[in-house]
């Protein structure tokens, strides 16, 4: 059997449309996604081999019975990815991998918080969509357009922010500052986030330094990296030291996200 990550189940793209300014929906199709499964995971992505490339993207719909996975693609400038969907047709052929997600949130969270940027946006919705009745949950939601704000059906307690023209590739993302600044309801509660990288390293040291909350009560994910050709070429020139200090913090019996903390310290000293 193929390692979970390897793009592995081939179909092709079935429709495409617009779904708003920044984001076009592509519905992919065939037979060989007869053996593709869900995760089970609201944020599950799947890795999606196109024309030599590969980059992850959330399943924001999967019909078992029909076959088809609905993709959310953010179009931006620059990126192999982000042209395939801008330029995509009926019959472009991709291989899809296995999916899987992030989203845990702890039995005794009373409230949920969601921080997501436009590459976000197709996870958040669909963590909407499948809260459980009346659980509170609150999406800050950093779009280019106001036009990309999207309605979600949900029986949730939901409170939606949507933050407009900053982050998403036109500048730094808006939605460290706004978590910093945002009172936070009483009780033990949940943050997802996922957006641009850094950020999301401001998001998790925010959650874990200076409110001191356990590994358990959030999931950051960094699902794009802003500026990335000058990002890898520096990453280039540390990556012996982190990946050193990474093995040394893992033989020292470190858990997984003492040993984040410890690599996200390195980078951030290393101006990454
Ligand atoms: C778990 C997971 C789930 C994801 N789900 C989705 C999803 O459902 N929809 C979605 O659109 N993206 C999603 N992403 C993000 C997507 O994988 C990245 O944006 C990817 O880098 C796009 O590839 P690319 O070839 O277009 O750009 P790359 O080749 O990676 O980068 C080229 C240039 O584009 C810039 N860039 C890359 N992504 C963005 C962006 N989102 N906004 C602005 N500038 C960008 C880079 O900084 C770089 O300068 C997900 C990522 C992860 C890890």
Do not use: C
């Not at 993207?57 to 969907?85: E, K, L, M, N």
Request: glycine share 8%.
């Amino acid at each position: 059997m193929p390692p979970p990550d390897e793009p592995q189940f081939r179909a092709h793209v079935a429709s495409t449309g617009r779904l708003s300014p920044s984001l076009r929906r592509i519905r992919f199709a065939g037979a060989g996604l007869s053996d593709f499964s869900s995760s089970g995971d609201p944020d599950e992505r799947v890795l999606i081999e196109f024309d030599g490339h590969r980059r992850s993207y959330t399943v924001r719909h999967w019909d078992p019975a029909a076959g088809t996975v609905d993709v959310d693609f953010a179009i931006h400038a620059g990126g192999a990815a982000a042209a395939w969907a801008r330029a995509a047709t009926v019959g472009s052929p991709v291989l899809l991998s296995r999916a899987k997600g992030w989203y845990h949130p702890p039995a005794d969270a009373n409230w949920q918080l969601l921080l997501a940027d436009l590459s976000a946006l197709p996870a958040a919705a669909r963590i909407v969509e499948n809260l459980a009745p009346a659980t509170a949950v609150h999406v800050i939601a950093e779009v280019p357009d106001a036009g990309d704000e999207q309605h979600w059906v949900t029986t949730a307690d939901l409170t939606v922010t949507w933050l407009h023209g900053t982050g998403n590739g036109h500048g730094p993302s808006a939605l460290p500052d706004h978590l910093a600044s945002l009172p936070l309801p009483p009780g033990p509660g949940y943050v997802w986030s996922a957006g641009e990288s850094g950020a999301s390293r401001t998001i998790r040291a925010h959650l874990r330094r200076r409110l001191g909350w356990g590994a358990d009560r959030f999931d950051v994910m960094g699902y794009w990296q802003a500026d990335k050709e000058r990002w890898l070429a520096r990453y280039r020139e540390v990556e012996s030291r982190i990946e050193e200090l990474t093995a040394r913090e893992l033989s020292s019996g470190k858990s997984f996200d003492e040993v984040r903390d410890a690599v996200d310290a390195a980078l951030d000293e290393a101006g990454l």
